[in-house]
Each structure stands twice: as structure tokens, then as C-alpha cells.
């Protein structure tokens, strides 16, 4: 069975850190390419970053760039997100989602992070 | 980018009855289109990609038509666990990934 389990949120400063982690189980991690996806409460979904299996592609939405960074280490079945200068606009729940055959096919729970002051 | 706009934005209907939701999409987005269902408190789930093809063990109730740019998920016969919000999404020009606003499903 697929699992993904993300990890680290919290409440964080405007202008802080954080970082999130995502253990993936259930599968060969190294062979796929992952996500993250966020939803601001009571809104929609927000894709923020991909990631290919070998970490040779990396993508980042507009609104994350130079602040953001996505990771993974296949050899611990892990993904990550550093997330630096946070933002108020940065709350929300994080979901990492596994990229299978070019959908975003499995996801976990989430992990909520709240920028606030 | 390309943007999703879903339509309606509530649905009101009763159990057993037959809903159907609109995915536009602002250029041609081929079949490269899926569908998710989330409810409260929980993870979007994959219910339709390619358009039209059911994720696996999603019931034979949800459907999925349409190419281009014009998309709609049918539920044929709503069951109580139907009542979610439901999301289309596109993957054919990206990055970015990017998601309709999304639809409520909710009981009439």
C-alpha cells in the first residue's frame, strides 16, 4: 500500500523558517518523481514544486521561487521542503503527492504550516 | 499558465440523483486532464485521468468525458460518500500544475 506521511509544520514568524518532510512507503521511491501541493485554508489546491526520481529536474511555482527548496533522498525513502522567508500567504496545508505515469496519483494527509506573528 | 475554471461552484443534489460538473480549460489541454474528490479534513483522492479513465478502485458511478478544452465528471447515482468538493486539474502544459477552483457537491 502507497503511504506518504508529511512531517514539520508548525507556526512559524513572518520571515522564518520551516522545514517539511514527506517518508514514502509502499513503493520504489527512487523511481518516481514527487510533489508538493498546498491548500490555503477554505481554498483550492495550489500545486508549489516538483521533483524528479533522480533530483535532475526541479520545478517551483512562481509564487515560492527563490524561497522554496525541494529535495529528496531516495536512500531514506524522503522528500523534503525548505521553506525560508515565509510569508502570511504561506499558511496552508501541505500535501506531498507521488507524480505516477504524469497524474499526481497518491497523496498524503498534509501537514499544516501557519505563518503568523 | 493555463487556467481551470470549474463550473458550477455548489451543486445541490439529492441521493440517487445524477450530477454532472464542468471543467473548462483556457487552451487545449488534449486529454491530459484529472479529476479529484476531497472531503473535509482530508487528502485530494485521484478519481479520473486521461480525461475519461477511472483511477483504480473507483466505482463505475463517476465518469469522465471530454477533450480540448471542455471537460465533465458525472456521477451517475450520488451515494452519501459523494458529497466532497471535486477538483479538475490539467498536466499537459506545465509547469505550472495547475487546479480548477473547485466544485461542491452538496446534499439538496
Known amino acids: 500500500e502507497v503511504q506518504l506521511v508529511e512531517s514539520g509544520g508548525g507556526l512559524v514568524q513572518p520571515g522564518g523558517s520551516l522545514r517539511l518532510s514527506c517518508a514514502a512507503s509502499g513503493f520504489t521511491f527512487s523511481s518516481y518523481s514527487m510533489n508538493w501541493v498546498r491548500q490555503a485554508p477554505g481554498k483550492g489546491l495550489e500545486w508549489v514544486s516538483y521533483i524528479s526520481s533522480s533530483s535532475s529536474t526541479i520545478y517551483y511555482a512562481d509564487s515560492v521561487k527563490g524561497r522554496f527548496t525541494i529535495s529528496r533522498d531516495n536512500a531514506k525513502n524522503s522528500l523534503y521542503l525548505q521553506m525560508n522567508s515565509l510569508r502570511a500567504e504561506d499558511t496552508a496545508v501541505y500535501y506531498c503527492?507521488?507524480?505516477?505515469?504524469?497524474?499526481?496519483?497518491?497523496w498524503g494527509q498534509g501537514t499544516l504550516v501557519t505563518v503568523s506573528s | 499558465e493555463i487556467v481551470m475554471t470549474q463550473s458550477p461552484a455548489t451543486l445541490s443534489v439529492s441521493p440517487g440523483e445524477r450530477a454532472t460538473l464542468s471543467c473548462r480549460a483556457s487552451?487545449?489541454?488534449?486529454?491530459?486532464l484529472a479529476w479529484y474528490q476531497q472531503k473535509p479534513g482530508q487528502a485530494p483522492r485521484l478519481l479520473i485521468y486521461g480525461a475519461s479513465t477511472r483511477a483504480t478502485g473507483i466505482p463505475a458511478r463517476f465518469s469522465g468525458s471530454g477533450s480540448g478544452t471542455e471537460f465533465t465528471l458525472t456521477i451517475s447515482s450520488l451515494q452519501s460518500e459523494d458529497f466532497a468538493v471535486y477538483y479538475c486539474?490539467?498536466?499537459?502544459?506545465?509547469?505550472?500544475?495547475?487546479f480548477g477552483q473547485g466544485t461542491k457537491v452538496e446534499i439538496k
Open positions: 503527492a507521488r507524480w505516477g505515469g504524469g497524474i499526481t496519483d497518491y
Open positions: 487552451q487545449s489541454v488534449s486529454s491530459n
Open positions: 486539474q490539467q498536466y499537459n502544459n506545465w509547469p505550472p500544475l495547475t
